[in-house]
């Protein structure tokens, strides 16, 4: 059964002087201030696509880890996971850089490396995130 999930963007005014409010529809979760200064200045107090990018980002490879760390026979106790997703004014989104920190009982770092190498590449928002770099900095805790 696929699911579909939904936001909405309402935008008032130029791209410039204008905002925005995003609203997580399906969930209801949340609703966001967005504007232009915010994505290319880092403005304050409001979000950005590249943002909200970032959130299903690590959600997506956090759950795409919990689930190769269970697989192989390791579930994690714990994981913590940044994505942070660049964006430069007239060339676009540049790349996401997962950064992870976990607790995992009884696996070796390079097994845990390899897992999460895997993660990432088979993580549907990486595979959607395709046309970027995507690098991993993960650790054990």
Not at 92 to 101: A, E, P
Request: charged share 15%; glycine share 10%; net charge negative.
């Amino acid at each position: 059964m696929a699911v579909t999930s939904e936001a909405t963007t309402v935008w008032v005014g130029d791209l410039k002087s204008g905002s925005g409010t995003t609203s997580l529809d399906s969930s209801g979760a949340a609703k966001v201030a967005v504007s232009w200064a915010a994505r290319a200045e880092g403005v304050a107090g409001m979000t950005n696509p590249e943002e909200l990018l970032g959130a299903a980002h690590s959600a997506c490879f956090s759950m795409a880890l919990a689930s190769a760390l269970a697989t192989f026979g390791t579930p994690p106790q714990d994981l913590q996971v940044t994505a942070a997703v660049t964006f430069a004014p007239g060339t676009g989104i540049t790349g996401s850089h997962l950064l992870v920190s976990a607790r995992v009982h009884g696996i070796s770092e390079a097994d845990f490396e390899r897992i999460a190498d895997e993660a990432k590449a088979n993580c549907p928002v990486s595979r959607a995130l395709s046309g970027i770099p995507i690098t991993l900095e993960a650790t054990l805790a």
